[in-house]
């Protein structure tokens, strides 16, 4: 009997509680340590989840996320997490598009780039637009992200990241680099399809934990 889980979709964060993109960050980073504790990963895999694990939300600074997040907001801050329910103003829009975007845009692997998109498991090894989804005043667009958007400067969790604009030409055969799938297609036949998968459960399992454990220190975050 209960609602499909469809492609717009965001459950853990539309949820019961406020919390700020920075303490929902740092629970994270915690969780993350913790599987880590009990696990054996080479250096390079631990060091794309630490990546991942700080900067998997940064797409949720996008005005789109917000705006969406600020309905009755407790105070002016970066929401990860709202009570209720909501729909955001452009159909399809993935936030965890939008980290995977600039997190390549700021020099990040390509592997911690996907374990980002990923860890909704909305976004793998393709980009494109849905089959509604229009160009609008001849900028791309695909999954509610426009060719062009701007994540503010932001700080969270001891990280600064800066004003960034986001670019759709990994979507293009050819891009600079690699498109995406491409670069995808090779963590997956470099690491092989079973390990890319784990390193992908292991942020996924980081993040519900720590949403369905939020140790709500911060006086805005409230039930």
């Known amino acids: 009997a209960a609602e499909a889980d469809g492609d717009s979709s965001d459950p853990l964060s539309l949820c019961g509680y406020w919390q700020s993109l920075g303490d929902h960050t740092r629970r994270v980073c915690e969780e993350l340590e913790v599987l880590l504790e009990n696990i054996s990963l080479p250096s390079e895999d631990q060091a794309a989840l630490r990546t991942a694990a ?28 709202r009570p209720g329910r909501g729909t955001h103003s452009r159909r399809h829009f993935r936030h965890e598009l939008a980290s995977a975007l600039a997190m390549l845009k700021s020099g990040d692997s390509p592997l911690a780039a996907y374990l980002a998109a990923a860890h909704h498991g909305r976004i793998r090894m393709s980009v494109r637009a849905m089959p509604s989804e229009k160009e609008v005043d001849g900028r791309r667009i695909a999954r509610g992200i426009l060719d062009g958007d701007v994540l503010p400067a932001c700080e969270f969790h001891g990280i600064s990241l800066p004003k960034t604009t986001l670019s759709l030409c990994v979507t293009e055969m050819g891009a600079d680099g690699g498109s995406w799938t491409r670069r995808i297609l090779q963590l997956r036949d470099t690491l092989g399809p079973f390990r890319l998968a784990y390193l992908e459960m292991l ?21």
Not at 63 to 78: C, I, L, R, W
Not at 204 to 223: F, H, I
């Open 54 to 81: 700080r900067k998997h939300d940064w797409g949720k600074t996008h005005e789109v996320f917000q705006n969406t997040m600020n309905v009755g907001a407790p105070s002016q801050d970066f929401w990860a997490k």
């Open 203 to 223: 942020l996924r399992a980081a993040d519900e934990a720590a949403s369905a454990q939020p140790k709500l220190e911060a006086s805005a975050c409230t039930k």
